[in-house]
């Protein structure tokens, strides 16, 4: 028989029980060490059997505090953890949410989004399956790491009311564009390095180059390439170049922008965070290696993230225009 699940109230104030940090479980014959603070797979009713593949079927949690009954020899069945859940998407669309957060909140969210709750429960240590691991994503960084596209990944935070756990308010800073809407993973923005923000592409203009020379003798902007595309290497710089223009390979990568959101599916792995982070890097060893050659320049996308340049090399960027400040994005 299941031994009855103790209050918190036990837990915490009776001496049957004692705090741990970490405790070891036995899962499928491999040893499962949880700690405190540890993000975990919580098994429920409808959790397919077998591995923990991405979690989809899973409850998440963080480990808050680890109980032992004291004097039981310290079983599994008489382990209890305290967690705090993770709401996914679909439980955020379930809640009852204060009319700021209702109306562009949820749809705002990814796929594998969590939203870290204050939402406490007690579960038997026999319900963890594996750890968890959740990225920290900030959507106002410009240059946050790689989140690759099906990890889990949190950037708000949520109260849950303990009276009524189906009501809730969002308690951390939303940032949202300048048509008030926050990003969403499938939308696509641009970030302005001088306004240190970012705008959907759907809020901006178009860059058209009027501005700078009569268009008849520019292009006009194009679509984005189709993800089918064979890569192809960069043309070599012409010999025919003045030694201080910079290379087209050069013109190439500075026209890339910082943009995060689906962009193709060749981006799919940037597609959280953005481009900013390898873009970052090269500008960064660019600016201590001014006179470097096409070879050493291409040596150098490969080092920090082949897949990453080609692609962003055969795609073709258009370039926008920020609303705010008129900056080309
Ligand atoms: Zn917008
Ligand atoms: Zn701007």
């Not at 596209?149 to 189906?166: E, F, V």
């Not at 058209?208 to 292009?219: C, F, H, K, R, Y």
């Amino acid at each position: 028989m299941a031994p009855k699940q103790p209050t918190l109230d036990q837990l915490q104030n009776s001496q049957m029980y004692e705090e741990r940090l970490r405790f070891e479980v036995k899962k499928d014959g491999e040893s499962l060490a949880i700690e405190k603070n540890d993000d975990v797979f919580v098994v429920h009713k409808r959790t397919p059997r077998g591995k923990v593949e991405n979690g989809d079927g899973h409850w998440k949690a963080t480990v808050d505090k680890i109980y032992i009954k004291r004097g039981s020899a310290q079983k599994k069945k008489t382990t209890w953890v305290l967690v705090h859940w993770y709401y996914g998407r679909q439980d955020i669309a379930e809640l009852q949410l204060p009319r700021r957060d209702r109306e562009d909140f949820p749809r705002c969210l990814g796929a594998t989004e969590l939203v870290k709750s204050d939402h406490l429960s007690i579960i038997s240590i026999n319900a963890i399956d594996d750890h968890l691991e959740v990225h920290q994503f900030d959507d106002a960084d410009s240059s946050g790491d790689l989140i690759e596209c099906r990890a889990w990944y949190m950037r708000y935070t949520i109260h849950i009311d303990p009276d009524n756990t189906k009501r809730g308010h969002i308690t951390s800073t939303v940032n949202k564009c300048r048509c008030g809407v926050p990003y969403q993973p499938n939308t696509r923005q641009r970030y302005c390095a001088n306004c240190t923000r970012w705008f959907h592409e759907h809020c901006t203009k178009r860059f058209t180059p009027t501005a700078l020379a009569s268009s008849s003798t520019l292009p006009a902007p194009s679509s984005p390439a189709p993800s089918t595309l064979t890569p192809s290497t960069p043309a070599p710089p012409s010999p025919t170049l003045p030694s201080l223009a910079p290379s087209p390979l050069l013109q190439h990568i500075l026209a890339i922008p910082t943009a995060h959101g689906f962009i193709a599916a060749w981006a799919r792995h940037w597609e959280t965070v953005g481009t900013g982070k390898p873009l970052e890097e090269f500008h960064d060893w660019r600016s201590k290696h001014l006179h470097a050659s096409h070879n050493e320049i291409q040596a150098q996308l490969k080092e920090i993230d082949e897949e990453f340049f080609k692609g962003a090399l055969e795609h073709e960027w258009e370039a926008f225009v920020c609303e705010e400040c008129g900056s080309k994005i």
